[in-house]
């Protein structure tokens, strides 16, 4: 069974950039399709981006689009998102998460990570 750990959210302001990183621990995780989820109190989780095994397909949510960057290090076991031009609306509680079927729903990932909150101030 895949772990994951989320790191790098802070309190950044508006306009800024932020990278997070998020450490698998498993072998089994080169094969998994990765993505990232936020999620605000009060609202459904939101699809933020994903991306193959490989890394060479990519999928964004339309509110992020040509802005966030995911990206994939599997030696290092390792799933980054930078997050440039940041707005107060990205504010929320950043999720890693893996699937073994090639999804952007949430309920197709089964292994995910305790979350790390990201805030953007105006």
């Known amino acids: 069974q895949v772990q994951l750990v989320e790191s790098g959210g802070r309190l950044v302001q508006a306009g800024g950039s932020l990278r997070l990183s998020c450490a698998a621990a498993g072998r089994a995780f080169f094969t998994y399709r990765m993505a990232w989820f936020r999620q605000t109190p009060g609202k459904e989780r939101e699809f933020v981006a994903a991306?193959?095994?490989?890394?060479?397909?990519?999928d964004y949510g339309d509110s992020v689009k040509g802005r966030f960057t995911i990206s994939r290090d599997n030696a290092k076991s390792t799933v980054y998102l930078q997050m440039n031009s940041l707005k107060p609306e990205d504010t929320a509680v950043y999720y890693c998460?893996?699937?073994?079927?090639?999804?952007?729903?949430?309920?197709?990932?089964?292994?995910w990570g305790q979350g790390t909150q990201v805030t953007v101030s105006s």
């Open positions: 998460a893996g699937s073994v079927t090639p999804s952007n729903n949430g309920d197709e990932y089964h292994v």
């Open positions: 991306l193959n095994w490989s890394g060479t397909n990519t």
